[in-house]
């Protein structure tokens, strides 16, 4: 399922939710020449020249995550790359912290 960035990370709070006592949630990144359109009346959506490449092509991230059940991805543009990936890393933190605690109290 393809989200806004937003819900995808909404998502994988939730997948990390799901699979926090077992089972394992897995992120893969890739830089993707998919094509980063916008979609017809859509007041935010980032033109062609927002995601230029110095030589003229179109490259976004495509993020994907997954538990094994279930499956989200997003695609980041260059210019939302740095705060995507600081709400991505907020939330991988979180969720090790939470799983060393439950390790700690489980001996």
Sequence with gaps: VLLENDAFLTGLTQ??????????????????????LPK???PNAPTPE???????????TLVRATDG???I????TKNKAE???KS??????????LQEDDAK???
């Design 50 to 60: 927002e995601v230029m490449d110095r030589d003229g092509e179109v490259w976004v």
């Design 73 to 76: 991805s997003t695609t980041v």
């Design 83 to 85: 705060k995507f990936a």
């Design 40 to 42: 017809r009346n859509a």
């Design 15 to 36: 997948l990390y939710e799901r699979n926090r006592a077992s089972g394992s949630v897995w992120v893969t990144m890739k830089r993707s020449m998919m094509r980063k």
């Design 88 to 97: 991505l890393n907020t939330i991988q933190r979180a969720f090790i912290e």
């Design 105 to 107: 109290k489980k001996k």
């Design 69 to 71: 059940k279930r499956k």
